[in-house]
């Protein structure tokens, strides 16, 4: 060593919070504290990348449990209507035990989360109305709803499927 990086440790003040590094001790303990603020930053965004994916799996979940019945329901409302259709108008006893099942249906589709859309005398509305025919009618105003000829029906708020209706221009 020369006389200029040479030091006597016995000529300085030492305690126990002072720590004598060599330049290159002190780079590699720098590189290291860069190192491990990096990791530090990795390992935070990761966890926050992994807490979004978390929360992305429940919303998909619950709209897995609220609509993953879609296409069977649908196939279900296409009985319940033809069921209304077979008692519409009917009345007597021989009727009455279709009336339970049609009833015992309507409680099992609302308990499903199925609701009719509302269509009759309402204006249309091409996200929940399907226009089969156009009737021209000045006692009503444009755009009103005459005729329904299929109900439409929502699933948990969201159109399951859309009133087929005869409209007012």
Do not use: W
Request: proline share 4%; net charge negative; aromatic share 10%.
């Amino acid at each position: 060593m020369d006389s200029e990086t040479e030091f006597e440790v016995s000529d300085a003040i030492i305690d126990d919070d002072t720590v004598i590094l060599t330049k290159s001790e002190y780079d590699s303990l720098q590189r290291q504290v860069e190192s491990a603020k990096d990791l530090c930053d990795k390992f935070l965004r990761l966890q926050a990348e992994f807490d979004n994916y978390k929360k992305f799996m429940e919303r998909q979940k619950a709209n897995y449990l609220k609509f993953g019945n879609q296409k069977l329901l649908k196939e279900f409302i296409k009985i319940y209507d033809d069921l209304k259709r077979a008692l519409n108008g009917h009345e007597g006893p021989q009727f009455t035990g279709f009336k339970l099942i049609l009833n015992n249906f309507s409680a099992l589709l609302k308990n499903e989360g199925i609701e009719p859309i509302e269509a009759e005398g309402k204006e249309f509305n091409p996200e929940m109305h399907e226009c089969m025919m156009v009737e021209q009618n000045p006692s009503l105003p444009e755009g009103a709803i005459t005729e329904i000829f299929e109900d439409g029906y929502y699933l948990n708020g969201k159109v399951l499927r859309p009133s087929k209706v005869k409209v007012n221009k």
